[in-house]
């Protein structure tokens, strides 16, 4: 199943098991209003997408977003949308709660992480 997400920011680091990895917050776009379908600009749905930096779709994604340091990545300007979609077939899905957020917050871990 494909969802369509906006990047709100990326990072990369080096994670225990899986190595050198690019995580994404995103939110989904979802129906905001009557037949309108929109992102939510608060943490109230965001999620993470995790990836190997060396990945197609992570160099893509990361190529369309502006630096803000060594290893951190956000949308080139403020108002501006980076869309992608992922195929959550594609990925483990787990929930972890998140004191930055207050609530479980859904990790999907590429498939080819493991």
Known sequence: MTNTYMVKLAWQNNHARFGKIISFVVSPKRNTYANVY?????KK???VFCL????????SIISR???????????????????????LD??????CYQDTYEREVAFHTHLSCF
């Open 38 to 42: 929109g992102y939510d600009m608060s």
């Open 90 to 95: 594609d990925f483990y899905e787990e929930y």
């Open 65 to 87: 977003l502006s630096g803000v340091g060594g290893s951190k990545w956000m949308p080139p300007t403020y108002g501006d949308i980076v869309e992608i979609e992922f195929d």
């Open 45 to 47: 749905y965001d999620e």
């Open 52 to 59: 190997p930096a060396n990945s197609p779709q992570a160099l």
